[in-house]
């Protein structure tokens, strides 16, 4: 009996984790849930708290449409399942604007826009609707955490760059900027997003080259 | 008057949902690849912002908003609702969808055919539901302000994804670097287009 069943930390399953973090990371390469992505990451806080909204959001979501997969009539399946993600976004927001209240501010129509998050649908109609729940979960913390890496990496960026703190605290030292060192302002701008994420990609690609697009003709 | 304008200019350059808020990116990076396609996809976007907005703005309104339900009954002067508005906001925006595409399949099966295929992805389009949730932060006075920024912010959307449209069928005679091309490039041609839409910030009328 025991045989047939999987164990929870299967290889398979384990790779449902992993794989988004990389080789199908949500962003980079399918090119999903951008739209929320860049607007927050100017500081490194806003980012991590919107990446773990994300990865719960995301957890959750996934195992409920995973267990209500063989109830929902296809034809409003859209329907359904912005309702279950709305609910659990409504839940997140509470709860940011309970605890944690200035990155509340700071994230404002943001936590909102996770529900048209594409990342969240496109998993639920790749993933969820046709997966066991346990899988379903796996897959949906592991794109979300591959979102959630890229979002603290140009968060980390901008903030080096734009502010010179990390998480609040002053990290490039009072005597450079005695010696003429300026921040670069334009790191603070929204284009400089688009443009880290892009330089992400070029490297990524870059040291991974089997994810290069074929030249158009 | 005056109030409008200024609303109107602004959503589109100022407050350009691509470039300063990156709303909408999904569809703008899939489906920008010729102009033809982007045109569909950017008049779909406007028509449906701006039918969005001002019914959600009246939902807001008479509905959600703290004191709003004192209508039908003083009683209710304390009733807060605006916890449902992601929820509301949401079922409006797929259910006018919905209503769009049939009412044009019904009475103009040309742009039917032109939009078809884009209005059921634009329910998932960011830039909708960012329209109506910046409707209700930055509390419009009047119906009308609300439809403008609504068609503005629709407008918007649509000069970017054919301004990008436009430069995706030249650069792909150009000589990118490998690793760079295709998803690379684009964005960091948005970011570029997003530095030279930051000459329009402070515009006032």
């Not at chain 1, 826009?113 to 969240?120: D, E, G, M, V």
């Not at chain 1, 990609?201 to 040291?207: D, K």
Request: hydrophobic share 55%; proline share 4%.
């Amino acid at each position: 009996m025991s045989q047939d069943r999987e164990p929870l930390f299967s290889s398979k399953n384990m790779k449902l984790l992993r794989e988004p973090l990389d080789d199908t990371n949500p962003i980079t390469v399918q090119v999903l849930g951008i739209c929320s992505a860049l607007a927050i990451t100017v500081k490194l806080e806003p980012s991590v708290v919107m990446a773990l909204s994300v990865v719960f959001v995301m957890g959750v979501s996934n195992v409920v449409v995973s267990l209500l997969r063989s109830s929902i009539p296809p034809r409003i399946r859209i329907i359904v399942q912005l309702t279950v993600i709305a609910s659990l976004v409504i839940l997140v927001d509470e709860f940011l604007a309970a605890f944690a209240y200035e990155v509340s501010k700071q994230l404002s129509v943001f936590v909102g826009l996770i529900i048209t998050n594409c990342i969240i649908m496109g998993r639920l109609e790749a993933f969820a609707l046709s997966n066991k729940p346990w899988p379903s979960f796996l897959d949906g913390v592991g794109n979300a955490a591959g979102y959630g890496l890229i979002l603290v990496i140009v968060g980390f960026v901008r903030e080096l760059f734009g502010s010179g703190t990390i998480w609040g605290y002053q990290v490039v030292p009072q005597q450079a900027y005695a010696m003429g060192y300026e921040d670069n302002g334009l790191m603070i701008l929204p284009p400089m997003a688009l443009i880290t994420v892009g330089i992400i990609i070029w490297v990524q690609r870059y040291r991974n080259r089997k994810l290069i697009e074929e030249k158009q003709s | 008057m005056e109030n409008l304008v200024d609303i109107f200019v602004k959503s589109i350059f100022v407050d350009n949902m691509i470039f300063a808020y990156f709303l909408g990116m999904c569809s703008y990076l899939a489906v920008s690849k010729t102009v033809k396609t982007s045109t569909g996809l950017g008049l779909a976007v406007v028509f449906v912002l701006g039918i969005t907005v001002p019914i959600n703005y009246l939902i807001h309104n008479y509905i959600l908003k703290e004191g709003a339900l004192t209508w039908i009954s003083p009683a209710y002067a304390d009733v807060d609702l605006t916890f449902l508005s992601f929820i509301l906001f949401i079922a409006v925006i797929a259910s006018m969808v919905q209503l769009v595409e049939m009412v044009i399949e019904k009475f103009s099966p040309t742009l039917y055919s032109n939009l078809g295929i884009f209005l059921p992805l634009i329910a998932v389009n960011c830039s909708i539901l960012g329209g109506s949730l910046f409707m209700q932060e930055r509390a419009y006075n009047s119906l009308a302000e609300a439809t403008v920024f609504g068609l503005g912010s629709g407008v918007g959307w649509f000069l970017a994804i054919i301004g990008i449209a436009a430069i995706r069928e030249k650069i792909r005679y150009s000589n990118v670097p490998a690793p760079l091309r295709g998803l690379g490039i684009t964005f960091i041609i948005t970011g570029l287009m997003g530095i030279a839409f930051m000459g329009f910030m402070g515009i006032k009328f």
